[in-house]
């Protein structure tokens, strides 16, 4: 592709203006409902607390289910008290930032991750002999690079892996047991990340290179072992429960959504960098059997999962919809800059020579900048919109008020940074409507209804049939995307 020193420094220039895109782009809010939980985990912790009712925050919530306490959002109930319900991991990340600058200073804890995540990319693929240039691929990845600018979990567990993939590489025992500590800490962003240590540590018993390489296979495994003990510890002092902090499932895994997430995963992954789903199998570098194994699991791990995100369109789905598969795709990233280095790289550089590769790298680095440039765009219009419906209610709804919440509405007041605490009554759990009727009917102030759409034809039935029910009134003008519906309370009602 290019010399390394020269790969270095064109990686560290196109580094510096990502950095700078992000700051111009800089995102105003939280707009994914499980940021809430990772920032109200920070919070909390910045307080000395461990609680919801330990904070003393005061904008908490009752959301009007049978035997529920007011609590912070994305908090669980445990015993008397409210935990968080998110791994915590990236709370950790996150809580120097929060309590140094503020909830808004988190985001930069993303901008480090993605940069960090790129840095380790560009330092494995230098030790297994490529230029450090191809973790360009990872530094601007439409998946990666989108949500770098959100407060989640997956790319820090996908960066740890990738440094755990990196430390595997490492001669002798001091790599085999980073290697195994850098899987625990990918396990302490996301639990599932865990899957992968059993893989790794089979590529360093494997690894005919390695002098006592069973040994070290073990010692990756023990110390993988021992940071899932501390996480198993963890769990069960706060929750009574092993691995989950909620006690139980967070969503359902079956062979029914096996066809549709395939498909999905086939065309996402073959389409955003063409031909990359394909890359672990051709991969004959030393990283290629654990790119195939760490690869291999994830992606058949989440077809069986229940979820993946939906865009507005195909394009936007294909993006977002890879978000739970990032603690893959750092490694899968690595690997197809590797094969496509070896592929289509090398056979140009033996054909028009090093220098015209160099150019057409470096343009095809700023064609992808680009492109990452319209799409924090886009992103920004859409958080800037969110922010306009958040407004819209603070400015519509006095402070104390009951809101029906029909979707996520309820989700932008989630993280406690001042400003009016509504009482919000959830329209609907696990697809069944609530019945608040004993709430709605004792109501002596006008109450509301709040709902987060792409257009009023996207209002679900069973919506309309509450509104006609209560004879609800539109509250107009609200900006594209929010719904708001008021009603008076029953003695107020003209006859």
């Not at 302490?188 to 290179?209: E, T, V, W």
């Not at 993946?308 to 603690?327: C, F, K, N, P």
């Not at 958080?383 to 029909?406: K, N, Y």
């Amino acid at each position: 592709m290019m010399t390394h020193r020269a790969g270095w420094l064109s990686l560290f220039g196109f580094a510096i203006a990502y950095s700078c895109l992000f700051a111009w782009f800089y995102p105003p809010l939280s707009a994914i409902e499980d940021e809430v939980g990772f920032v109200n985990q920070a919070l909390v912790w910045s307080r000395g607390a461990i609680s919801s009712e330990g904070a003393g925050f005061a904008e908490v919530t009752d959301f009007g289910l049978p035997d529920s306490r007011p609590h912070l959002m994305d908090f669980v109930p445990v015993g008397p008290r409210h935990l968080p319900g998110r791994h915590p991991g990236r709370s950790l990340i996150l809580l120097p930032f929060l309590m140094s600058g503020g909830v808004h200073a988190g985001f930069v804890s993303g901008l480090l991750i993605h940069l960090a995540t790129t840095l380790v990319a560009a330092l494995l693929l230098a030790r297994i002999g490529h230029s450090p240039f191809g973790a360009v691929l990872v530094l601007f990845h439409p998946t990666l690079a989108l949500y770098s600018r959100t407060i989640m979990g997956d790319e820090a567990a996908g960066g740890f892996l990738l440094l755990a993939a990196l430390m595997a590489m490492v001669p002798g025992r001091r790599g085999a047991i980073g290697a195994g500590l850098a899987v625990g800490l990918a396990a302490l962003m996301r639990y599932h990340a865990g899957l992968a240590l059993p893989i790794i540590a089979a590529s360093i018993a494997l690894n005919p290179a390695r002098d006592r390489r069973r040994a070290d296979g073990l010692a990756c495994l023990v110390a993988g072992g021992l940071c899932g003990v501390l996480l198993i510890v963890y769990n069960v002092s706060l929750y009574h429960a092993f691995l989950d902090p909620v006690g139980g499932p967070r969503g359902q895994f079956g062979l029914r959504f096996v066809t549709d997430n395939v498909l999905f995963y086939f065309v996402a992954l073959m389409a955003l960098w063409p031909g990359m789903l394909l890359a672990p199998v051709l991969d004959r570098s030393p990283i290629g059997g654990l790119a195939r194994g760490v690869t291999g699991t994830f992606l058949v791990f989440f077809s069986a999962y229940y979820f993946h995100d939906q865009g507005g369109s195909r394009a936007e789905t294909l993006v977002v919809g890879l978000r739970l598969i990032q603690v893959a795709l750092p490694i899968w990233i690595v690997s197809y800059a590797v094969v496509l280095d070896h592929l289509l790289v090398a056979p140009l550089r033996r054909r028009v020579g090093r220098r015209a590769v160099v150019f057409a790298s470096i343009v095809a680095g700023v064609v992808l900048l680009g492109g990452n440039g319209l799409a924090f765009r886009k992103h920004q219009q859409y958080l800037i919109g969110i922010g306009q419906a958040r407004d819209a209610i603070v400015a519509r709804v006095p402070s104390g008020s009951v809101i029906v919440t029909h979707g996520a509405s309820y989700k932008l007041f989630g993280i406690p940074i001042g400003g009016p605490v509504y009482r919000w009554l959830l329209f609907s759990s696990t697809g069944f409507v609530i019945d608040h009727s004993a709430v709605i009917d004792r109501q002596q102030e006008r109450w509301f209804l709040a709902i987060l759409v792409k257009s009023d034809a996207n209002l679900p039935s069973a919506a309309l049939d509450f509104i006609n029910r209560y004879q609800m009134h539109r509250v107009a003008p609200t900006p594209p995307g929010l719904v708001l519906y008021y009603a008076d309370p029953p003695s107020q009602v003209r006859p």
